[in-house]
């Protein structure tokens, strides 16, 4: 079992920048891939960042190139998210993928980003 707490989000102007932090624990060695989604009211939750073992990156086209995903010593995962939009208004959302059984999600329990403009 993973559990992952989120931090970091909160109020932000356009244009400015937020670092969100994800905290694995429990069995961090079943940690497949690492990453990010996040949902808005009324749509559905969307994939923006992930990265695995090997460090390959996925970044979704509304986010590439300003956000960028990195892990650390501890695998503990962030999210540098900078040139901040409106649009980018939502509950953002740590999530793994479990070595083992490769459906299996691992949430944490998000953290809100909202962007004035």
């Known amino acids: 079992q993973v559990q992952l707490v989120e931090s970091g989000g909160g109020l932000v102007q356009a244009g400015g920048s937020l670092r969100l932090s994800c905290a694995p624990s429990?069995?961090?060695?079943?940690?497949?891939?690492m990453g990010w989604y996040r949902q808005s009211p009324g749509k559905q939750r969307d994939l923006i960042a992930n990265i695995d073992r090997e460090d390959n990156m996925y970044y979704s086209d509304s986010v590439k190139g300003r956000f960028t995903v990195s892990r650390d010593a501890k695998n503990f995962l962030y999210l540098e998210m900078n040139s901040l939009k409106p649009e980018d208004t939502a509950v953002y959302y740590c999530?793994?993928?479990?070595?083992?059984?490769?459906?299996?999600?691992?949430w944490g329990q998000g953290t809100q980003v909202t962007v004035s403009s």
């Open positions: 429990g069995t961090v060695s079943r940690i497949a891939l």
């Open positions: 999530y793994a993928i479990d070595l083992v059984v490769r459906n299996r999600f691992y």
